[in-house]
C-alpha cells in the first residue's frame, strides 16, 4: 500500500507531514486532505475566526506533490 504525504499549507507557513498515511490510492488520500481542510475549518469558526484557505499538499513516498486540496476548492467545488 503507498504512504502518502499531507503537507499543510498556511499563507507563508509550511508544515511537512514525515509520518505519512498509507492508503489504498491517490482518491484514498484526496479524501483524507477533504476531511481535513473541513477539520481546520471546522476549529476556526469554534475558536470564533473566519476560515482560512488552508491548503493540503499530497505527496508520495519520494517526495513528488501530486495534488492539491484547499478549503476554498472544497467549497466551490
Do not use: C, K, Y
Not at 499549507?9 to 511537512?16: L, N, Q, Y
Not at 476549529?43 to 488552508?54: A, E, G, I, Y
Amino acid at each position: 500500500m503507498p504512504r502518502f504525504f499531507f503537507h499543510d499549507r498556511d499563507g507563508d507557513t509550511r508544515t511537512e507531514d514525515v509520518e505519512g498515511v498509507d492508503l489504498p490510492d491517490l482518491d484514498a488520500a484526496r479524501a483524507e486532505a477533504v476531511a481535513a481542510v473541513r477539520q481546520l475549518a471546522a476549529t476556526d469558526l469554534q475558536q470564533n475566526r473566519q476560515p482560512r484557505n488552508r491548503v493540503i499538499d499530497i505527496a508520495d513516498a519520494v517526495g513528488q506533490q501530486l495534488a492539491t486540496v484547499s478549503m476554498r476548492d472544497d467549497v466551490e467545488g
